[in-house]
């Protein structure tokens, strides 16, 4: 079956740099969801897209903005990058049962793990 | 607010043997979901399991078992006769909506 799928898998950065993370949902899923889970950390929300509209945001910081496009796909756009931002970065994706406030299981993809420098 | 708690940080057993980890939840929602999530070495995060708050029957898939009780806000998950392969962090996690909330994890390690 298909699985999300983030690329790159790897990534080092520069401070002040910038980086692009891709996700690519499971085909029919709707949702799709960004986390950062720090060393040693549980997997913090960041912020989600339903339908190509921002759904919900949790801490994500100014310097990062995101989008989900006409095919679903998202990217998580990091700027001014800082050593804080080193993480493993978890795309996920779900199906929204129609007229429910319920996501069906989220799903994770492999994570893209970023180091900056 | 709803909050996981995890209070095992790490765990160690011998191979075979059980181990229980343990999740304790709060919400004020009466509707809401549980999840267990694995993450091996490698760091992916393997969906386990997932229960419904209307939904208490207890589940056994294999070597895992989940124990949910409302009355305490627990969804315990147990594996039997632990192997090696089973090493991992293991998280909990509510979701009353579209956000998930996860407890801080469980390291597992199953020493052979």
């Known amino acids: 079956a298909a699985g999300v799928i983030q690329s790159p898998r790897h990534l080092i950065k520069e401070k002040r740099e910038t980086a692009t993370l891709k996700c690519y949902p499971i085909p029919r899923h709707d949702t799709v969801y960004w986390y950062q889970q720090g060393p040693g950390q549980d997997p913090q929300f960041l912020i989600s897209f339903y339908e190509k509209m921002q759904s919900d945001k949790g801490s994500i910081p100014d310097r990062f903005s995101a989008q989900q496009f006409s095919d679903y796909h998202s990217e998580l756009n990091m700027s001014s990058l800082e050593l804080g931002d080193s993480a493993l970065y978890f795309c996920?994706?779900?199906?929204?049962?129609?007229?429910?406030?319920?996501?069906?299981?989220?799903?994770f993809g492999p994570g893209t793990r970023l180091t900056v420098l | 607010a709803q909050k996981v708690t995890q209070a095992q940080t790490e765990i160690s057993v011998v191979e075979k043997e059980d181990v229980t980890l343990d999740c304790v939840y709060e919400?004020?929602?009466?509707?809401?979901?549980l999840f267990w999530y694995k993450q091996p070495p490698s760091g992916e995060l393997v969906f386990l399991i997932r229960r419904n708050s209307f939904d208490e029957q207890n589940e056994i898939s294999g070597r895992y078992s989940w124990n949910f009780q409302k009355s305490t806000s627990s969804f315990n998950f147990t594996i039997t006769a632990s192997q090696v392969v089973d090493s991992a962090v293991y998280f909990c996690a509510l979701s009353t909506g579209n956000q998930f909330y996860f407890g801080t994890g469980t390291s597992l390690t199953v020493i052979p």
């Open positions: 919400t004020r929602d009466t509707t809401y979901y």
């Open positions: 996920a994706s779900s199906s929204r049962t129609s007229g429910s406030r319920f996501s069906d299981t989220q799903y």
